[in-house]
Antibody
Framework: QVQLVESGGGLVKPGGSLRLSCTAS????????MSWIRQAPGKGLEWVSY????????SYADSVKGRFTISRDNAKNSLYLQMNSLRAEDTAVYYC??????????????WGQGTLVTVSS | EIVLTQSPGTLSLSPGERATLSCRAS???????LAWYQQKPGQAPRLLIY???SRATGIPDRFSGSGSGTDFTLTISRLEPEDFAVYYC?????????FGQGTKLEIK
């Protein structure tokens, strides 16, 4: 069965950096786009970034552009999110999701359980 | 960026009743690119509907989606106790995804 497991969250000071990881299993990781989506405490969902199956096509939300970098290692079935210049408003649970990106549809069919990132001094 | 506005913010109903949730877009959205999710406290979101009206695998047929252009609807025909949760719509356009702010479906 499809499993997505995030790790790497924690407490970081404003201006600091953190790298999140997502390890996938149960499907051919290299065939799928993948996305990061976050949810601030008590708030709604916000898409952060996606990577194409080979990593050649990437997109970011304006709120993180220039500060966050998405990458993937298909040999390790892993997706990453390098987060730099972190701000208090980046505090959220970060979800990794399988992205059904195609010319016919766009949605997220499997989600991990999330990892909490807290930015505070 | 396309903004999705969901209404109502909170919907109070009883089990067995019909729920109608609305998602309105600030500009036209391709129906193929509109999805709905359910989220319960402490859990990750779960895909319910994709391409505006296609049920995801394992989703009961009491859940249905409809709409086009700027107006989309999620309908739950007969509420079960496990359906009380927060529901989000999502769209894709201009290489970006956006979500609505959510509708909380609570027990009356």
């Amino acid at each position: 069965q499809v499993q997505l497991v995030e790790s790497g969250g924690g407490l970081v000071k404003p201006g600091g950096s953190l790298r999140l990881s997502c390890t996938a299993s149960g499907f051919t990781f290299s065939d799928y786009y993948m996305s990061w989506i976050r949810q601030a405490p008590g708030k709604g969902l916000e898409w952060v970034s996606y990577s194409s199956s080979g990593g050649g096509t990437i997109s970011y939300a304006d709120s993180v552009k220039g500060r966050f970098t998405i990458s993937r290692d298909n040999a390790k079935n892993s997706l990453y999110l390098q987060m730099n210049s972190l701000r208090a408003e980046d505090t959220a649970v970060y979800y990794c999701a399988r992205d059904r990106y195609s010319t016919s549809y766009h949605y997220f069919d499997y989600w991990g359980q999330g990892t909490l990132v807290t930015v505070s001094s | 960026e396309i903004v999705l506005t969901q209404s109502p913010g909170t919907l109070s109903l009883s089990p067995g009743e019909r729920a109608t949730l609305s998602c309105r877009a600030s500009q036209s959205v391709s129906s193929s690119y509109l999805a709905w999710y359910q989220q319960k406290p402490g859990q990750a979101p779960r895909l319910l509907i994709y391409a505006a009206s296609s049920r995801a695998t394992g989703i009961p047929d009491r859940f249905s989606g409809s709409g086009s252009g700027t107006d989309f609807t999620l309908t739950i025909s007969r509420l079960e106790p496990e359906d009380f949760a927060v529901y989000y719509c999502q769209q894709f356009g201009s290489s970006l995804y956006t979500f609505g702010q959510g509708t909380k479906l609570e027990i009356k």
